[in-house]
């Protein structure tokens, strides 16, 4: 089985857990709906790819890990989706979950994923109680209301925003659960990790920033100008165009130069250079080059 | 220290993990808001009281078990209250988090406390790593999309209901959890206590549905009547008063027989006949004499 799919069979399972008999069986679909098809599984092979690096021999731990935490990033664009948030029509290139099931069902499927990731992660840790600990935390971190996306969305209902810790919270916090959680699971000190994980999620919100001006609702599956539209702070707004592009190319550099000393460094190295080209927009490929 | 004021220590303990330095501040003040001044905690009481029953020395994992689950019950009302469920004003006296907040924190504070949950359990059991697996998979069954209280809040959006499972899954769950959970954090074989904490759901769902239609809202600090608004199955609508009242009667003396042969039975059913007293809406006290 490869990587890409070893991550679709535990997401799989998961989310079969929640189809049992006496089970509701619409939040089951909307479930279903919300985890498959994914899109680029960026995170878990992320995890995936730095416990291999740091030498682990099993992959059910890291497997487990990068499906919990792939599982809380779906969460989180069910409930940002929400008409109170951006009320987006479409995601993945298919109605939102509220447009497809109902509000209430987009609410109850997003708590529902949240759940379903600690149960994912327990599941996978049951044979390695050592690891178990630490990967609770680290998962539990990424989403917190202090540091987690959870309370990433939330500064976007205060008066006065924190830029930096509203995007390091928001998109950087489950890129940082994905490198660390992959070394913990391969038994390595997740210390080292973190510089990883803060520049790719740094690189992937200003991606996402270029991808939100430039880039056709079609090919990124999703409405586009929302920034604009929701007065977000964004990277076109404080450095310009070529300034952003600019600047997205640092963050790739700084980011592979990051990874730590590990036996699968260069592999682990190359891995990220081919993920990140994808990260800038077509339409913007020759500024880039 | 009083049963009690651990449980409130262990709830602000909990909460104050939301509002570190960079966090976001309103989301906590939320989240501070919809857990105090709380309800009757009578579900963390529960796990208490029946940890100390079988014998149980240390505190600190009941506790935190219960703390834990009455996180959820917090969150879930949150999330219960919101326009897209009942869209209710009021909670516990003043008005629903939605209405102080605003609707975007009021869905961030209840995905966040589910969080939160996991963390006050993970956090209680790090000492004693043997119940840790048993508790987080009670904490996670209690919420689950399957037959949890998400999964009951989730038949509300069936166009056919199996009335059971809903009221199984969205007012027993929890109190199953509290009675099993109190076995397996004073190392005891939940498997005797589950019908407890079943008889103990019931007997709260038919007392809510007869609040819900004799109280006053000053009485209950929450909106009334909402059960024939809503179209919910309720205990009126299948037994009539008479037959509600006799039936909660019988509920309420089923689950005092049910407990478990343990060191502290007499006391535990002591308990059980002082909480459930409080049961019975006082406009109803005379026919239930």
Chains 1, 2 share one sequence.
């Not at 619409?26 to 279903?32: D, E, G, P, V």
């Not at 990967?135 to 202090?146: E, G, H």
């Amino acid at each position: 089985m490869t990587i890409e799919q070893r991550i679709e069979v535990a997401l799989s399972e998961a989310v079969a857990r929640t189809s049992c008999p006496g089970a509701p069986p619409t939040l089951s679909r909307a479930i279903s709906y919300a985890v498959f098809p994914g899109g680029a599984r960026i995170r878990p092979r992320l995890c995936l790819a730095v416990a291999e690096a740091c030498g682990g021999t099993s992959r059910k731990v890291s497997v487990g890990a990068g499906a919990a935490i792939e599982l809380m990033h779906c969460a989180s664009l069910v409930h940002d989706d929400l008409p109170c948030f951006d009320d987006a029509a479409m995601r993945r290139g298919k109605p939102s979950v509220h447009r497809a099931f109902g509000e209430p069902i987009a609410v109850l499927a997003g708590d529902a994923m949240i759940v379903l990731a600690f149960e994912t992660l327990c599941e996978a840790v049951a044979d390695t109680p050592r690891v178990a600990p630490a990967l609770m935390r680290i998962l539990s971190d990424s989403v917190s209301a202090a540091r987690g996306i959870i309370g990433g969305q939330a500064w976007e209902s205060e008066p006065v925003v924190d830029v930096a810790a509203y995007q390091r919270a928001k998109t950087g916090s489950l890129f940082v659960a994905a490198v660390r959680a992959g070394a913990v699971a391969a038994d390595n000190d997740p210390t080292a990790w973190r510089a990883l994980g803060e520049k790719l999620g740094e690189a992937y919100q200003v991606a996402d920033d270029l991808h939100d001006a430039f880039s056709k609702p079609e090919d990124v599956g999703k409405p586009v100008g929302q920034d604009g539209l929701h007065g977000r702070p964004n990277v076109i707004a404080e450095h310009g165009v070529t300034g952003g592009v600019g600047y997205l190319k640092q963050l790739i550099r700084a980011a592979v130069d990051s990874v730590p000393h590990c036996a699968g460094q260069a592999d682990l190295r190359t891995m990220i250079e081919a993920e990140t080209r994808r990260f800038i927009p077509r339409q913007l490929a020759a500024r880039a080059a």
